[in-house]
């Protein structure tokens, strides 16, 4: 059977957007819009596995949409909307639990490492969470799936709950998607400590680049971002082992879309004192319109919430016709 070129990337509405969120996931979602269909969805039912405030949920997940509007993505010519306004992710994400085994989700990294000490007592939600994004996906028979670096396992899992559904019921039913992780900033790490992944629960306020910081606050972080004392050298393998080095070098890439080598090309045997700076006011000239653009649209909850619902619509639709081909191929009456 031959699938349609489909897009479909989500991010959680569960704490405030980072530059990792950015060059990771968002501003890569932009191109694909030339090429494929894209479903570009809120995933507000995965972050709940962890508690989210009610109140505060639904201004998170309008400044992800509001993040996808800035950044570009077309809402009329492509999908915008927020995952709990379709119910087929969730119908969809319990025949995967009925399908995936105990061991696969077992193996799940991201949930070791969230879970660490606690596993006791984290909620089944958290542990059943890559299923519901494997739903997310084939509910309408994505393709490619844009993410960063630390999402590659659960697309993994997709692709063998995708392959065990067509074994065990019809062949060919699902696509097995491929993950689309490219560019200089896959991983982006904290600006205080280059063993850690840049992140929204990260304690330091220096340490992370939010998207709707301001020029001030952008241009501060990066002044204060910890390096070592060395110039950056003439090659970028020989950033290897200088970590916070080669997490700056690897932004300042993301941003200006060009190769870390090409930076290097020019920045070798520079100083910080040197390269800082010019890369606080690349990112001031590439994020502060985004984020002046972000909150217009974040002025106006109403516009947003009609895009959502619009965008849910259409999703509804194509959901609709899986979800009733799945539902006879399972064997469930409808
Ligand atoms: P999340 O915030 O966990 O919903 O992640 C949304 C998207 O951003 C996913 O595609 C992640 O892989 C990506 N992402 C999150 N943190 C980073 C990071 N530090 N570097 C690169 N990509 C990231
Ligand atoms: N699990 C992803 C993350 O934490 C978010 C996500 C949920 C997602 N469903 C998805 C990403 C489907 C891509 C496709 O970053």
């Known amino acids: 059977m031959s699938f349609t070129n489909r897009v479909f990337a989500g991010i959680k509405p569960s704490g405030d957007l980072h530059l990792g969120n950015y060059l990771g996931a968002i501003k890569r979602f932009v191109p694909l ?7 570009y969805c809120v995933v507000d039912m995965h972050a709940i596995t962890v508690w989210q405030d009610p109140k505060i949920l639904a201004q998170s997940t309008r400044e992800v949409a509001a993040a996808y509007l800035a950044a570009g993505i077309d809402a009329k010519k492509h999908i915008i909307f ?32 969230k879970a ?7 909620s089944l939600g958290l542990f059943a969470y890559p299923s519901l994004m494997a739903a997310d996906i084939l509910l309408y028979k994505a393709t490619h799936v844009p993410v960063g670096e ?16 067509n074994n065990d019921f019809e062949k060919d039913f699902f696509p097995l998607p491929e993950p689309i992780i490219t560019g200089a900033a896959t991983r982006v790490m904290s600006l205080r400590d280059g063993t850690k992944k840049m992140s929204k629960s990260e304690s330091s306020s220096l340490a992370t680049i939010y998207m709707l ?12 971002a910890r390096t070592d004392p060395e110039p950056l050298p ?9 970590l916070e080095a080669k997490n700056l070098v690897s932004i300042y890439a993301a941003l200006a879309d060009i190769s870390p080598q090409e930076v290097l090309n020019q920045y070798g045997g520079e100083g910080f ?3 800082k700076p010019a890369l606080a006011q690349l990112a001031v000239e590439k994020l502060a319109p985004m984020n002046k653009e972000m909150r217009r ?6 516009q947003i919430d009609e895009i959502l619902k619009d965008g849910a619509n259409r999703a509804r639709e194509i959901a609709k016709t899986t979800m009733k081909q799945v539902k006879d191929i399972v064997g469930f009456i409808s």
């Open 273 to 275: 004192g040197v390269f």
């Open 33 to 39: 819009q030339e090429t494929h269909e894209c479903i």
């Open 150 to 165: 630390d999402q590659k396992q659960h697309l993994e899992l997709t692709r063998d709950i995708a392959a065990k559904f």
């Open 116 to 122: 660490g000490k606690n596993a006791q007592n984290v």
């Open 213 to 224: 910081d301001d020029e001030d606050a952008i241009a501060k972080k990066i002044k204060k």
């Open 297 to 302: 649209y974040l002025d106006d909850k109403a």
């Open 234 to 242: 003439q090659n970028f393998d020989d950033l290897e082992n200088r």
């Open 82 to 113: 927020n995952q709990s306004q379709v119910a087929g992710h969730a119908e969809l994400a319990w025949i995967f639990n009925c399908v995936a085994r105990m061991g696969w989700m077992q193996r799940m990294t991201q949930f070791k490492d």
